[in-house]
């Protein structure tokens, strides 16, 4: 991750007159994330944005994610949802520049123009976009959404789990990579619990869905931190 610009006093002035209107998140390392829905109440503290707000929130998006002066910026990205692949149901992709004292970005992927938010930033030619283990389950669910009009078809998007894994048929998982991680940098990875702290099982054998709004504290830290995570591999 990039150490703080001290050039960068412009970006910090917009980004204080944002917390005016902006509702964010935090992560278990305290990582603040901005919330985009339009529709939904996303966590159990904040509310639904105004018109007015969400579209402030929009413009800041804009301007400091996709203006051309920013060009081969870095974005970590990751996905999370229920049973995710071609017929899956995406519910949340998080964003978060390799600068870490700017904010990241929490999206409503079940929220038309939030997901076309989403859209333009993984399309996006100039963004680097860096993930983990998209193949088989993130990006299925984006490019074979049922309804046409969602798909995302992501432009400079990698994958560094194939550089971690052995071959093909054996990926690593992020617990893994964690578990190596916390033997070598333990000081960076005590923040954040293991990848077990949600029981899936207990919600699909009930027929619930894991993601619901709005969201407990619990389950934003899961969904910001992996992309942290990833971030800190």
Known sequence: MLPYNQEDNQDNCRYNTLLDYAQTARSSSNQEFILVSEIHQMTEHTGIYS??????VCEYVKDKFLD???LFQ????DFE????GPSGLLTLATFMHADVNRPGLLVDMTCPQSRKMAKTILECKHLQKIGWGLEFSDLPSLMHHPDASFRIHPNNLVDIQLLFSESDKKRMRLQKAMDIMREIHPEHMEPFPNKDCI???RYYSQNRRVYQYPLSEKYVKYATDDVIIISLI
């Open 199 to 201: 029981q899936w099982d």
């Open 74 to 77: 870095i974005l970590f990205c």
């Open 68 to 70: 051309s002066k920013n």
């Open 51 to 56: 018109n007015d707000a969400y579209n402030k």
């Open 81 to 84: 949802g229920e049973m995710l």
